[in-house]
């Protein structure tokens, strides 16, 4: 069974368009992150929800917007897609909320490309 | 958040210890040291964590200075699934858990 799972792993989309990218822990935890790794290989913390609440926003536009339905599901929205909305996406989670002891079990990400 | 330094790139041959580095001069007390590495196409994986004293587990080991302000990924023997990007990072608790371009390993058979 995969830990962490997200669909689609590729989106292309054109600007302007509404898509999501859907994510799925099967280990239990508590809270759940959206990272962005753009082309230069950064990976940047976007959200993290603990328990379904929103713990960080890390200065994300508004046109993204995340849902946790349950702590086991965080999905991802992105309203009116730009060019540079484009990279890989990826989902986590994590046992603790905040847990300094407690590692990140990553997805394989969503490659998304905005043409 | 406290930065980590590591090298941009290694090499290694096949079957021989890698010793990977990463400078943290900055860590306070309560951060721990997380290591992942990310295989291509792939999402970061945990590799090993520690707080002050030396780790081991089935994948590596994890040397960390007596000070702190350093540590050491110990890869024991070096096969070709581990070239990776590989990423030291300090993890403070309750709070985003950055990272940083890690060093690319590459591994020559």
């Known amino acids: 069974d995969t830990a962490v799972s997200q669909t689609p792993k590729y989106l292309v989309t054109q600007m302007g368009n509404d898509k999501s990218i859907k994510c799925e822990q099967n280990?239990?935890?508590?809270?759940m992150y959206w990272y962005k790794q753009d082309s230069k290989k950064f990976l940047k913390i976007m959200f993290s929800y603990n328990n379904k609440e929103l713990i960080i926003n890390e200065t994300v536009p508004n046109r993204f917007s995340p849902k946790s339905p349950d702590k086991a599901h965080l999905n991802l929205h992105i309203n009116s897609l730009e060019l540079g909305d484009s990279a890989v996406y990826f989902c986590?989670?994590?046992?603790?909320?905040?847990?300094?002891?407690?590692?990140?079990?990553f997805g394989n990400g969503t490659r998304l490309t905005v043409t | 958040d406290a930065k980590t330094t590591q090298p941009n790139s290694m090499e290694s041959n096949e079957e021989e210890p890698v010793h990977l580095p990463c400078n943290h001069s900055?860590?306070?007390?309560?951060?721990?040291i997380h290591w992942y590495r990310q295989l291509p196409s792939q999402g970061p994986e945990y590799v090993i964590h520690g707080l002050t004293s030396n780790v081991n587990n089935r994948m590596a080991s994890l040397a960390i200075a007596e000070d702190r302000k350093s540590s050491t990924l110990i890869l024991h023997r070096a096969t070709l699934r581990d070239a990776a990007v590989y990423y030291c990072?300090?993890?403070?608790?309750?709070?985003?858990?950055?990272f940083g371009t890690g060093t690319k390993l590459q591994v020559i058979p």
């Open positions: 900055t860590i306070s007390g309560t951060d721990y």
């Open positions: 986590a989670s994590s046992q603790v909320q905040g847990g300094r002891n407690s590692p990140l079990h």
């Open positions: 990072i300090l993890h403070g608790g309750y709070q985003k858990v950055t």
């Open positions: 280990l239990g935890h508590d809270t």
